[in-house]
């Protein structure tokens, strides 16, 4: 089962960034919407994705993995062939809400089944709950990796010919589950919808999203401070995409090992801790680097660095915070947790990445954003709970 699961997530990810990255530019030019509407598209499929894994969540308590996970893919096939057709603005608005609600249901499916499994491999005996999670995060890196590729392969047919290739990696997707995925996975139980207030009421759990929502504030600044870094240093954001894969390579090869260490040494706090620390070293590189307004080459040097130690905190984070929901959430609740936390981080990172971007553009002296922005993980670190007395 967790094979199937770790399977699923890099398939997923193929099948969506053979299409995402690729996704601004044909709006905006194939399809001819203004800029300003371009962004509302994009923020729309953000909202309709990450804004609702509560009710994806909240759904795979009441009717069980299997049903949500089939119903998500569907929804994926149905859009991403929508949109290589899409021309009129409310088409492509349309097949964009529909690819996002679409994730907003099956990844919880498959993300909190993923954590309750690893649960019952480390009781079972098979070592640490996170090895199996960080297994969950290099098969997703992984697809991240591949699936840009394959468009970019895709598009010099055309923009359609990616949107259907990513509804046939779908397709092969829900035919897997159908053949593989169980109606009743043992263990697993079903409950009534509900159980949001008490959600709100635990501490514990709002502590952790605070937490996770902050590094996902600060590894959202991939795609807002480092490419204006990265066109100071180098006059153009060409060197950008080689940042990129520089991120998804090492998560490929050090996840594992990273993880692996962190279990023996690290209980979950402190190896989330211990990545916010990382994350914010990262910042602190390019603020230290900033005032000396260093270009070329030995410009990018600081901008690499803080791709790094993102990246290494990434790792130890992402792992830690999905291997400690289990823990925090109510019985037959897993799937609301999973999703609510997915949910609660990315309104942290809506609302941070505004006031980024005002402080991006504020004038104050160049090193005072990343600064900033270094504060944020190491003020997080003391959301996270102590770990209760036996």
Excluded at 15 to 40: D, I, K, M, Y
Excluded at 364 to 376: E, F, K, M, S, Y
């Amino acid at each position: 089962m967790p094979r199937l699961l770790i399977l699923t997530q890099f398939a997923f990810n193929v099948g969506f960034f053979a299409v995402l990255p690729f996704l601004a530019e044909h709006l905006g030019g194939t399809v001819g919407l203004a800029g300003w509407l371009v962004g509302l598209v994009l923020g729309l499929r953000t909202f309709s994705q990450q804004g609702l894994f509560v009710v994806g969540g909240a759904l795979v308590d009441r009717f069980g993995v299997r049903p949500v996970v089939l119903v998500g893919c569907t929804l994926r096939i149905a859009g991403f062939a929508w949109l290589g057709y899409a021309q009129a603005v409310w088409a492509v608005v349309g097949a964009v809400l529909l690819i996002g609600f679409a994730a907003a249901l099956f990844s919880p499916a498959v993300e909190s089944e993923i954590a309750r499994q690893a649960v019952c491999w480390e009781e079972a005996g098979g070592g640490p709950r996170a090895n199996v999670l960080a297994l969950f995060t290099v098969a997703s890196q992984a697809g991240a990796f591949v699936g840009p590729l394959l468009g970019a392969l895709l598009l010099a047919v055309d923009f359609r010919a990616a949107c259907l290739t990513g509804a046939g990696v779908f397709v092969v997707v829900l035919a897997g589950h159908l053949w593989l995925l169980p109606q009743h996975i043992p263990g697993r139980a079903r409950t009534r919808l509900g159980g949001v207030l008490p959600m709100l009421r635990n501490r514990r759990f709002l502590a952790v999203c605070g937490a996770y929502g902050a590094y996902l504030l600060a590894y959202n600044q991939l795609y807002l401070a480092l490419p204006e870094e990265v066109e100071r240093a180098a006059g153009s954001q060409a060197p950008l995409a080689w940042l990129f894969a520089l991120s998804s390579l090492l998560v490929v090869v050090a996840q594992l090992p990273v993880t692996r260490w962190a279990a023996d040494r690290l209980d979950l706090r402190r190896s989330m801790a211990a990545g916010l620390l990382a994350i914010s070293a990262g910042f602190a590189v390019v603020a230290a680097a900033r005032p000396a307004g260093w270009t070329g080459a030995g410009g990018l040097v600081p901008a690499a660095g803080f791709v790094v130690l993102l990246t290494l905190g990434q790792m130890m984070v992402a792992p830690a915070a999905r291997a400690w929901v289990p823990d925090l959430a109510e019985d037959g609740r897993l799937g609301l947790y999973t999703g609510a936390m997915s949910s609660i981080s990315g309104l942290i990172v809506l609302v941070g990445s505004a006031a980024t971007g005002s402080l991006l553009d504020s004038g104050l002296p160049p090193a005072v954003p990343w600064l900033v922005l270094a504060a944020v993980p190491v003020a997080s670190m003391v959301l996270l709970p102590r770990p209760r007395r036996a």
